[in-house]
């Protein structure tokens, strides 16, 4: 599936949200311009929900606009909190080619009448009334109050050639983004399948202070030139449930579990029972807290309401206590279990806020590895999960999408939400279990990748050494052609009927005819092309029997292959005439272990494949 094929499959997914009375989102798929006409729309609703967390089908519609008479103006969007006003034409393309070719035209932009919209009209200039949904808009910012300290922007959802872009800001004299079609993968496919819309950049959030007798406490750390300010407040839990149900995997950016992630795990039963089951506060007790990171922090008393203070974070993100918010988001969806059970329940926040001079975004993001690390010791999180935020997985995570339309599993069960709703299948997802072994396996230690468990993988010596942010497009692409053979080892094992016909490597030694196979991914002899990926393969392929049988024979290898006398028990038919045993010699040979052993590595390198060169099969 290539990231067109992707985007719509993820406007289908969309469209499936919008009740059964909107019709046009279900039109008859026999009928072409009308699945074209419903994904246009459903194009418009993946920008609203990426871009403004509109998560609901009907947050969305009302803002959408499209139709005759709609005076070029696709769709809004109000932000009442931030005071900024949003008018949004999109140009959905019905092909993958004009999808990424195809610009919008100095026609279709000169036809947004922004300014007539603005100022009340309710026709265009030649007297023609706007529709329903357009004057609903001019009503919309008629009862703004003090709009004049609102701003105005433009977003064009399409692709707009350069000439364009540079005389658009005098054409429409506001400030405008673009979301060609790069910018759409990126920041809207991507986010959406991860569950990460509304990206935590964009977050502020409010918490109320519910307790009369809540003490904060203020320390200051110093490290290094910089300042870090570490505040400590008791918060209503109901305030975390509220904020984790919403923001969800925004909030967990540094978290090495995502959402979902959290789920799966017995602590989750105890804290949702002192939660239910209990109406004093040993929430606050029995709970490690929480530990979230801000950009700015601010707190008052001065609320004007009795016993309560109000939190202002800035772009938070919670880096410990994801377990904690993701039961409380639990309870807080639950329509079974009445919000009453959150009362006078709190628990311990940790708020650390960066020094506002810390502009260096590797230190930063150095502080952060090290304080996620130490935060997370205490409970069970595994090391790939630990290292799931380092900037090579991250770098590598963006590349296979945007170079190849794959999703790179970093952290645990950050794709959940993607696969519940239908917007990506499970052959679209790349483990990281799989990744790992052959990072190994193509750095020739294919041994390594067959007999260690993930986490022994992550925390070797030459983990920073094989898999690091110096890697590059080069050696990014020779590990994402060799995850294709894995694939297609995978496929072959299942297809062939003798499993004997390539010996004993695709049961045990896949990783080693990967490493072989990657020795040969060079343009000599590969094209980039999966035709030519499986040609090479079926050719060492046809070679592994071969290769296996010399190797049986060597003597460095007799810990796995050698002649093993066994005795057999010879009894008379009646019991009672004795008999010799019978002694009989079998050939044991031990691929299992071959492919885990010390001999392996040095045998691939040693042993001579032959690829047809890429000039000889094209004569």
């Given at each position: 599936m290539n990231k067109y094929e992707l985007l719509i499959n993820t406007l289908n997914a969309l469209r499936k949200e919008a009740p059964?009375?909107?019709?046009?989102?279900?039109?008859?798929?026999?009928?072409?311009?009308?699945?074209?006409?419903?994904?246009?729309?459903?194009?418009?609703?993946?920008?609203?929900?990426?871009?403004?967390?509109?998560?609901?089908?009907?947050?969305?519609?009302?803002?959408?606009?499209?139709?005759?008479?709609?005076?070029?103006?696709?769709?809004?969007?109000?932000?009442?909190?931030?005071?900024?006003?949003?008018?949004?034409?999109?140009?959905?393309?019905?092909?993958?080619?004009?999808?990424?070719?195809?610009?919008?035209?100095?026609?279709?932009?000169?036809?947004?009448?922004?300014?007539?919209?603005?100022?009340?009209?309710?026709?265009?200039?030649?007297?023609?009334?706007?529709?329903?949904?357009?004057k609903g808009l001019i009503r919309e910012l008629s009862e703004i109050e003090q709009i004049s300290r609102y701003n105005f922007y433009v977003i064009i959802l399409a692709n707009v050639d350069k000439g364009l872009a540079a005389a658009m800001e005098k054409l429409l004299e506001l400030p405008f983004e673009i979301y060609n079609y790069e910018k759409a993968y990126k920041e809207l496919v991507f986010p959406i399948v991860r569950g990460t819309v509304h990206q935590a950049t964009d977050i502020s959030v409010n918490l109320n202070l519910g307790s009369k007798n809540n003490y904060t406490m203020d320390y200051l750390v110093k490290e290094g030139e910089f300042t870090t300010s570490v505040q400590l407040f008791f918060v209503p839990i109901a305030e975390i449930a509220k904020l984790m149900s919403n923001y969800k995997n925004s909030i967990l950016?540094?978290?090495?579990?995502?959402?979902?992630?959290?789920?799966?795990?017995?602590?989750?039963?105890?804290?949702?029972?002192?939660?239910?089951?209990?109406?004093?506060?040993?929430?606050?007790?029995?709970?490690?807290?929480?530990?979230?990171?801000?950009?700015k922090t601010s707190f008052t008393s001065r609320t004007g309401r009795d016993g309560m203070g109000e939190l202002g974070l800035l772009n938070p993100q919670i880096i410990n206590g994801g377990q904690t918010a993701y039961t409380l988001a639990t309870i807080f969806e639950d329509e079974n279990i009445d919000n009453s059970v959150f009362d006078n329940k709190e628990v311990l926040v940790k708020v650390i806020t960066f020094d506002e001079e810390m502009k260096e975004e590797e230190n930063k993001q150095k502080l952060i590895d090290d304080l996620s690390l130490t935060t997370?010791?205490?409970?069970?999180?595994?090391?790939?999960?630990?290292?799931?935020?380092?900037?090579v997985q991250i770098d590598f995570q963006n590349y296979l999408?945007?170079?190849?339309?794959?999703f790179?599993?970093?952290?645990?069960?950050?794709?959940?939400?993607?696969l519940e709703k239908g917007y990506i299948t499970k052959d679209q997802i790349i483990e990281r279990d799989t990744i790992i072994r052959i990072v190994y396996a193509i750095n020739g230690k294919p041994n390594v990748a067959r007999r260690s468990s993930e986490d022994t993988l992550y925390t070797m010596s030459d983990y920073d050494r094989f898999f690091n942010k110096n890697l590059g497009s080069e050696k990014y692409d020779r590990i994402y052609y060799s995850y294709l053979v894995y694939k297609y080892l995978g496929k072959r094992e299942k297809e062939i009927v003798d499993k004997t016909i390539y010996g004993e490597g695709l049961r045990y030694g896949k990783y080693a005819i990967i490493n072989v196979i990657s020795k040969f991914l060079?343009?000599?002899?590969?094209?980039?092309?999966?035709?030519?990926?499986?040609?090479?393969?079926?050719?060492?392929?046809?070679?592994?029997?071969?290769?296996?049988?010399?190797?049986?024979?060597?003597?460095?290898?007799?810990?796995?292959?050698?002649?093993?006398?066994?005795?057999?028990?010879?009894?008379?038919?009646?019991?009672?005439?004795?008999?010799?045993?019978?002694?009989?010699?079998?050939?044991?040979?031990?691929?299992?272990?071959?492919?885990?052993?010390?001999?392996?590595?040095?045998?691939?390198?040693?042993y001579e494949f032959k690829i047809t060169k890429i000039e000889e099969t094209q004569s």
């Open positions: 059964k009375s909107y019709k046009s989102y279900y039109p008859d798929m026999n009928d072409i311009n009308k699945v074209n006409a419903a994904n246009s729309r459903a194009y418009i609703h993946l920008l609203l929900k990426a871009k403004f967390n509109l998560l609901t089908f009907e947050e969305r519609e009302k803002f959408i606009t499209d139709g005759p008479q709609d005076g070029g103006i696709d769709a809004y969007y109000i932000d009442y909190e931030k005071k900024e006003i949003y008018f949004i034409q999109s140009k959905f393309r019905t092909n993958d080619e004009n999808f990424k070719t195809k610009f919008i035209s100095l026609d279709e932009i000169n036809k947004m009448d922004i300014d007539r919209i603005s100022k009340g009209e309710k026709a265009d200039k030649n007297g023609k009334d706007y529709n329903g949904k357009i950016k540094y978290n090495p579990r995502s959402y979902l992630g959290a789920s799966n795990n017995e602590v989750n039963a105890s804290i949702k029972d002192s939660v239910i089951n209990r109406s004093d506060n040993v929430f606050a007790l029995f709970n490690n807290g929480l530990t979230i990171l801000s950009d997370n010791n205490q409970s069970k999180v595994t090391v790939a999960d630990r290292k799931s935020n380092t900037e999408f945007s170079n190849y339309g794959y790179y599993h970093r952290k645990t069960g950050e794709f959940s939400e993607g060079t343009d000599e002899y590969f094209d980039r092309t999966e035709d030519s990926l499986k040609l090479i393969a079926d050719e060492i392929l046809d070679q592994w029997k071969e290769f296996e049988r010399m190797q049986s024979n060597k003597k460095s290898n007799s810990d796995y292959f050698y002649e093993k006398d066994e005795i057999l028990k010879q009894e008379s038919k009646n019991g009672k005439e004795k008999m010799e045993n019978q002694v009989i010699t079998r050939r044991v040979e031990d691929f299992d272990n071959y492919y885990k052993g010390s001999t392996i590595n040095n045998d691939l390198n040693d």
